[in-house]
């Protein structure tokens, strides 16, 4: 694993950890799919949650909630799609697109419901 896919992997566990002390429960971790992976997919009560987890170690390259832009928020939503066409128990829970920035310190920011499927 190279140092970026390293940092990636801990600011994913990061994150996961900062939602499970918040109540979620973890469904899978980087499930992919042709066209898109979700980084987290974590159930909140009975809402199943699709996290996209940014890392930003620097404030200059933009805000990291910024950096989730309409083509990437499309194969989130399409890696999403595909995962309850996967996962048939899931298709009847309402589904939330959530985004966890982590900073380069190990502090965490979370935006619940940070797009839907029209943006």
């Not at 469904?27 to 159930?43: A, K, Q, Y």
């Not at 128990?89 to 935006?111: C, Y």
Request: aromatic content about 6%.
């Amino acid at each position: 694993m190279n140092d970026r896919a390293a940092a990636g992997a801990a600011a994913e566990a990061r994150a996961q950890q900062h939602l499970e002390r918040r109540g979620l429960k973890l469904v899978t971790r980087n499930w992919r799919c042709p066209g898109g992976e979700l980084d987290l997919v974590m159930r909140d009560a009975a809402t199943l949650v699709m996290v996209e987890v940014r890392k930003r170690s620097r404030s200059d390259y933009g805000d990291a909630f910024e950096s989730v832009h309409a083509r990437k928020r499309g194969r989130i939503v399409h890696a999403a799609r595909s995962f309850l066409a996967a996962h048939p128990e899931h298709e009847r829970s309402p589904v939330r697109f959530d985004v966890v920035a982590v900073g380069g310190g190990g502090e965490v920011e979370w935006l619940q419901a940070a797009f839907d499927t029209e943006n």
